[in-house]
């Protein structure tokens, strides 16, 4: 019964936010406030059905109820309860519904915070985000439903992918659906202005929160999945250029470039009209993305199901909206007025450099995503694009923007001076070459352009810092002057400063592994040896296990330094018995940023045993500079001058209304 | 600088990484595509050595041989013809004798086919479409929509 209401409530929440999207819509063009003041009610009760439906399907997991498909399917009564939950979203139907209920969320938040948009711009916010929602919904409701019934019901489940029960896999879908469904908002933001023929400095105000929250879900999204790869999947590797990963960093690459030039727009009123078609395009690429990962055209880990009709009706979700957006763009394009000019060498010099240099990237990364489906489609032709392509392309792409970084901040807006910049940023460069020899020094040895790497990571660390030295005046006022400027500097410096750190520190990570990485694959017997990164392993021997559902045979290593144990590895493989699944589950061991990394493979005839061993310098500097990109865009959030104008007068109203109730 | 001559500048820039790009982008894919065969085709491909491709078909029962250390030949067939592999490195978890299996690498001087990435899936969708009708044909069980990396 309650399986019912749920499918119910979905059905409700189709029909509501239809309302949501009709409504307010007619109620701009008739300038009907009552009909506008639908959308923000609407949206609450859609977000409201949403929920419901979604916490009845995760009730359905939690209670193993197998008279439902969906939990039949992938869910097992003896799989661990925090499994049961991320389950939900382990599979097609499951993650549709988390989808659509980020969706609805969003629209939810804008109803609630958006109380100091104007009346009409949040009517068509709501409006466009409504019918998202119910392509959605649809979507959902005609080819993917979760709430259907078996009968008679299964006595047992088939339970969840194997790789996929894992706290990474509980975790990294929705963060990363709330970065690019986020982008829905920005999205919308975008058509609403459309309709109305009117853009100016206000309305990025207005998108900025919702680009940068969206994008700093976004950004641990992506990091947690390529942990969560790292260390599940027993290769080592950290990204793999896999049309699905490019799917959600398509969206990332447009969404920083979307972050900066709204910046421009906020500030200088100046490139307008590409900043909405930027706002347009980032979102188009989550929906790309959605189309890629979710229709079955790629095979990968995250393609879970075949079935053409979804990825039709996807795409006809997808060339509805943004062939729609784009046409409506291109109508009305014209008639939004350009704003402020400004010299190549400034401010806005430099983050339109940062624009076309990420947008580039984004689309080459689309290119070679797409390409091999393009080429399979026309010619039945079966190729690979791989790893070298991306690496290539996308380096060299980035390695002037990467050099660029610092100088952006300390460029003045209309007319900067790169002289003066450059002089500033002498003792970042410093930095990056000192400890570039430094390494060279301790390491000796590998590619050239590997220490290039590490000096430029270290020279956006230092420069990035350059900026907030510079803006808090240390050495030319008193230290204690000096420190309560640095405190008193707005909310969005430190969260520039922090955001390029991050990349920094990423860099280093990136170049780090890929240059001084080893690895040894040998065949072991209890007792003998092998050396990573100056730790001496110990093969002790293999011991068989049993999880809930799974049986593991692991093998024992002592790990040791100048002849003494530091510590012990437990590497295993396991086979999940429900679905005859063999999984490798790597040992890793943490040293400082660096890390042991120990996978089996097969049992040899003679007792011994395939193993692979790796040594990842630095490798955690890949995870904690994006931790630190994300705090970057927390921190800018946090900025009170995002907030400014309409909040203090509705702070000030609400005592009012609440007395006149 | 006159206005104009600046805003050329600023343009003429931009349209000049944009063709480098482009240029990067096409240069980049002659160098690492790698097309996808099966053994029964080729024959008529004509590859010199050294050429990347992705072998795809089944793992021949029986031809799976482990020499010292971690180095391992076995037999790719699509069972129109056959392709002996050599790799060295851990197979992955699904790789099995009678399974589906996709090799990427080159052929040596010798027309042995030196992989240095293996991938196994129990997937249809990882072999063209004729050869998972033909093994279909005969009987080779394709199930499963589970896929691995």
């Known amino acids: 019964m309650i399986i019912e209401l749920g499918h119910y409530a979905l059905v409700l929440a189709l029909a509501t936010v239809i309302v949501q999207s009709v409504l307010p819509l007619i109620g701009t063009i008739r300038n009907d406030r009552s009909l506008m003041a639908v959308a923000p009610a609407a949206a609450l009760a859609g977000f409201l059905l949403v929920l419901f439906s979604f916490s009845v399907l995760t009730f359905a997991y939690v209670v193993s109820d197998f008279s439902v498909a969906n939990v039949w399917e992938n869910s097992h009564s003896l799989k661990p309860m925090i499994y049961k939950i991320s389950g939900v979203w382990g599979n097609h139907e499951g993650s549709m519904l988390l989808w659509l209920l980020i969706l609805v969320f969003f629209s939810a938040l804008v109803s609630t915070f958006g109380s100091n948009l104007p009346e009409r711009l949040r009517a068509n916010v709501l409006a466009v985000q409504g019918m998202i929602s119910a392509a959605f919904a649809l979507f959902i409701l005609l080819t993917s439903n979760p709430f259907i019934r078996l009968s008679p019901a299964p006595a047992e489940g088939q339970d969840l992918n194997p790789v996929l029960q894992d706290i990474g896999l509980a975790i990294h879908p929705p963060l990363l659906y709330l970065g690019y469904v986020g982008f829905s908002i920005c999205f919308s933001f975008a058509i609403a202005a459309l309709i109305e023929g009117r853009i100016d400095a206000a309305w990025a105000r207005w998108v900025r929160p919702w680009t940068l929250a969206a994008w700093s879900f976004l950004t641990a999204g992506i990091a947690m999945g390529s942990y969560w790869a790292y260390y599940e999947l027993g290769w080592g590797g950290w990204w793999f250029w896999d049309p699905v990963e490019n799917a959600s960093f398509i969206p990332w690459l447009a969404g920083t470039a979307l972050l900066h030039s709204a910046l421009v727009m906020e500030k200088r009123e100046a490139l307008k009209i590409w900043t909405v078609l930027l706002a347009i395009l980032t979102f188009s690429m989550s929906l790309l993305g959605t189309f890629l990962v979710r229709s079955g055209v790629l095979t990968s880990v995250h393609a879970f199901a075949t079935d053409p009709t979804r990825g039709v009706f996807i795409l006809a979700i997808l060339v509805f909206f943004i062939g729609g957006a784009l046409s409506l763009f291109a109508f009305r394009a014209a008639t939004l007025k350009a704003g402020g000019l400004f010299a190549p060498i400034s401010r806005e010099g430099a983050l339109v450099l940062n624009n076309l240099i990420l947008t580039t990237a984004a689309a080459t990364v689309l290119t070679g995503t797409l390409y091999p489906l393009v080429l399979e489609a026309l010619t039945g032709e079966k190729i690979s694009v791989g790893p070298p392509f991306f690496n290539l392309t996308f380096g060299l792409l980035m390695l002037p923007l990467l050099l660029a970084v610092p100088f952006g901040p300390l460029l003045a807006w209309k007319r900067g001076d790169i002289f003066a910049a450059g002089q500033r940023l002498f003792a970042a460069v410093a930095v990056g070459l000192v400890v570039a020899a430094g390494v060279v020094y301790a390491h000796g040895g590998g590619p050239v352009l590997a220490y290039f790497g590490i000096a430029i990571g270290f020279y956006m660390i230092a420069g990035s810092l350059t900026d907030l030295w510079m803006r808090a005046g240390v050495g030319k006022v008193k230290p204690n002057v000096a420190f309560r400027r640095l405190v008193g500097l707005p909310g969005s410096a430190f969260g520039t400063a922090l955001a390029h750190i991050g990349v920094g520190v990423t860099v280093i990570g990136v170049i780090a592994v890929t240059a001084f990485e080893t690895e040894h694959v040998v065949e072991m017997k209890p007792g003998m040896q092998v050396e990573a990164g100056g730790y001496t392993l110990t093969f002790d021997g293999m011991r068989r296990g049993q999880g809930p559902n799974y049986s593991e045979e692991s093998g024992h290593f002592t790990v040791a330094r100048g002849g003494v144990t530091v510590t012990d590895i437990w590497s295993s493989k396991r086979l999940y018995t429900a679905r005859r699944m063999p999984t490798t589950e790597a040992g890793i061991r943490t040293f400082g940023l660096s890390q042991l990394y120990v996978s089996l493979g097969d049992a040899m005839a003679d007792g011994g045993i395939v193993v692979r061993v790796w040594w990842k310098p630095m490798i955690l500097c890949i995870w904690i500079g994006a931790l630190i990109m994300m705090a970057g865009g927390v921190v800018s959030l946090c900025d009170r001058r995002l907030r400014v104008g309409a909040p203090q007068k509705a702070r000030k109203m609400k005592p009012a209304l609440e007395a006149a109730e | ?149």
């Open chain 2, 1 to 149: 600088m006159t206005r104009k001559q600046k805003r050329l500048a600023v343009i003429g820039g931009g349209v000049a990484f944009l063709v480098a790009a482009v240029l990067l982008v096409m240069f980049a894919f002659s160098q690492s595509i790698a097309y996808f065969y099966v053994p029964g085709d080729l024959a008529k491909a004509n590859l010199e050595p050294g050429t990347r491709i992705r072998l795809g078909g089944l793992v021949e029962a029986g031809t799976v041989k482990r020499d010292e250390g971690s180095t391992v030949t076995f037999t790719v067939t699509d069972t129109l013809a056959t392709v002996p592999v050599t790799y060295t490195g851990i197979l992955p978890d699904l790789f099995r004798e009678g399974q589906g299996v996709v090799a990427e690498g080159a052929f040596g001087m010798d027309g042995l086919f030196v992989a240095d990435t293996v991938l196994a899936k129990h997937d249809e969708t990882y072999m063209p479409k004729d050869v998972a009708d033909r093994l279909k044909a005969q009987g080779v069980e394709l199930s499963g929509k589970e896929t691995i990396k």
